[in-house]
C-alpha cells in the first residue's frame, strides 16, 4: 500500500497575551514565547516577533537544505548560519506605514561536510527553489541574499 503524503494542510496554533510586549504560542504540544527586550519595556523571556521571523529563515534553510542535500546525494554535514538584516522600524514606531519593513537580509550558510564548493552551491540553488520562509520574504519584497560555502 502506498501511503500519499497531504499537499495542503492547516496548521494550528493558539495563543495569549500575558502581558503588553510578551505572548505564549501553542502548537502541537508546545510552547513557545515571543517578548521584547527590556529597554523596549519587555521582560526579554524570549525574542522579538521579528527576530522569530527571522529565525524561522534559519531554521526552514537547515530543514529543506538537509532534505535538498539527501535528494541530491550531497555530504553537506552541519551547517551553521549568519544573517544580517536591513529592518525599516518607521512603521513598528508607528511614524508611518511601511511595504516592505525587512528592505534585506544577507545570509551566510557554511557547510562542515566534505562536499565540493560546486556540489554546495547546487544544494543552495535547490533550497532556494523549495524553501517557503524564503519565499515569504522575497514575494514580500524583501532582497534576499544566500551565500553557501564551505567550513
Request: net charge negative; glycine share 8%; aromatic share 4%.
Amino acid at each position: 500500500m502506498v501511503i500519499r503524503q497531504k499537499t495542503i494542510m492547516t496548521i494550528k496554533l493558539s495563543g495569549k497575551g500575558t502581558s503588553h510586549s510578551r505572548s505564549e504560542t501553542a502548537v502541537r504540544d508546545l510552547v513557545s514565547v515571543i517578548d521584547e527586550p527590556i529597554e523596549r519595556g519587555g521582560t526579554n523571556e524570549g525574542v522579538a516577533p521579528t527576530e522569530a521571523a527571522f529565525s524561522s529563515l534559519i531554521g526552514c534553510t537547515n530543514v529543506i537544505g538537509n532534505k535538498c542535500a539527501a535528494k541530491l546525494g550531497v555530504d553537506i554535514g552541519r551547517l551553521s548560519f549568519d544573517m544580517e538584516v536591513d529592518f525599516d522600524r518607521r512603521g513598528v514606531l508607528l511614524m508611518e506605514e511601511v511595504e516592505v519593513p525587512f528592505k534585506a537580509i544577507r545570509l551566510s550558510v557554511t557547510a562542515d561536510g566534505p562536499t565540493s564548493q560546486s556540489d554546495l552551491e547546487r544544494v543552495g540553488d535547490e533550497t532556494a527553489k523549495y524553501c517557503p520562509i524564503a519565499k515569504l520574504y522575497e514575494n514580500a519584497g524583501t532582497d534576499l541574499t544566500v551565500t553557501w560555502q564551505k567550513a
